[in-house]
């Protein structure tokens, strides 16, 4: 798999991120750049810049809040940006606590002051983007999250011409609109996996980073992502812990329902099915989705899933999505998380995805080959593959 390297990309520039991605404002806006804590009250006084576990909050403070409110961004129309914590969720997507504390030790609700705001920029460890679309578009206004942002985004997945980025997705999206479905063939230490995925010839979604005037929602940054939540799901997948441990993950029914060792430490395997018989919400197939852009590998997923011939499914809640999987259907909103399952070569270097089948209208075609896209996938995608265009 080509991927490019940092030298292809422009530095980063926040002024031409938010600009590209909101458009450009007609009215002064209020702005608030929103981190997580282990302990929110570290915010006040900025105490958490002295904690060197905290480099994806510093860089929130740094690159994102003092050049809003630097005069040099005039051309955001910043009227005021504030700067806010909460307590880490602990989990990919699950609900915060309603508590925030500002710089002078204010507590502030989350409910209640974050819709005062016109544009959110989440940039915390944990994904904020489900919690946070749910408020935008119950209330109004528009964000992005960036969880997990680090050197290697800024200056690549965070510096790419986004309308650009959005032709590509749309191109991407039209040759998997009203799919049928998709069957995954695995390999992963000499033994064979198949996972077929409904779709049931639904409307193909995109994240395309675009977020524009007059419409309510957050965009996940990077983007570059086509997506579908499933119908239904069958067969079984090859899964990699954090620690290296292998599992098959087998799927009935659209859900995870029993997880087997393939090598590794057997009690994570144990505690997963426990969880499964605890709590079968958290086994619910929620997204299959692919990447679309070149980019070079940052070991953080919120830009990996995003690389052309990447592919990732993901389990838990949907309802950001357009998904029916919301907290409440949980046993406990503990576990009413989203979290992505990536298939890539640098991080499950023991799985290979052998095909990716595209099923529809009567016919089946391979999309991708251990990777790499098939020659049917390029031919189709045309001009805006596999070259991307960058901002200047």
Request: aromatic content about 10%.
């Amino acid at each position: 798999m080509y991927t490019p390297s940092l030298s292809d990309f422009p530095t980063f520039c926040l002024d031409r991120l938010i600009s590209t991605c909101f458009g450009t404002p007609s009215t002064d806006l209020n702005y608030c750049v929103l981190i997580d804590l282990e302990n929110a009250s570290e915010l006040v006084d900025l105490q958490f810049m002295k904690n060197d576990s905290y480099s994806v909050q510093k860089t929130a403070y740094s690159l994102f809040y003092e050049q809003l409110i630097s005069s040099s961004k005039s051309t955001l129309r910043v009227k005021k940006c504030d700067f806010l914590a909460f307590n880490k969720t602990g989990g990919s997507n699950l609900d915060p606590e309603d508590e925030l504390y500002d710089v002078e030790g204010n507590i502030l609700s989350f409910e209640n002051d974050i819709p005062r705001y016109d544009i959110v920029l989440a940039i915390t460890d944990y994904s904020l983007t489900a919690p946070l679309t749910a408020l935008a578009k119950k209330h109004n206004f528009r964000g992005a999250t960036l969880h997990g942002v680090n050197e290697i985004i800024l200056n690549s997945g965070l510096s790419i011409d986004y309308n650009f980025v959005s032709k590509q997705a749309e191109s991407f999206r039209q040759v998997l609109d009203l799919a049928d479905g998709f069957t995954l063939n695995f390999e992963c230490l000499g033994k064979t996996f198949t996972l077929t995925i409904e779709c049931n010839k639904q409307v193909a979604q995109k994240s395309h980073g675009l977020c524009p005037e007059g419409k309510p929602d957050v965009a996940n940054l990077p983007a570059g992502e086509v997506y579908f939540v499933p119908t239904g799901a069958d067969g079984s997948f090859p899964f990699r812990f954090s620690d290296g441990t292998l599992a098959e993950m087998h799927i009935k029914d659209g859900a995870i329902f029993r997880s087997d060792l393939l090598k590794g430490d057997e009690a994570l395997v144990s505690a997963r099915n426990q969880q499964l018989h605890d709590d079968p919400a958290t086994g619910v197939i929620g997204e299959l989705g692919f990447g679309t852009q070149l980019l070079p590998f940052s070991g953080k997923d919120i830009q990996d899933e995003k690389i052309f011939g990447t592919c990732h499914v993901a389990t838990g809640r949907s309802d950001h999505l357009g998904g029916d999987l919301v907290p409440e259907l949980f046993a406990s909103k503990h576990n009413a998380s989203h979290d992505d399952i990536l298939f890539a070569p640098p991080k499950t270097p023991e799985i290979d995805v052998v095909s990716v089948v595209l099923h529809k209208n009567g016919s089946s075609q391979n999309l991708f080959e251990s990777y790499e896209p098939t020659n049917f996938l390029t031919d189709l995608l045309g001009e805006h593959y596999p070259v991307t265009t960058l901002l200047g």
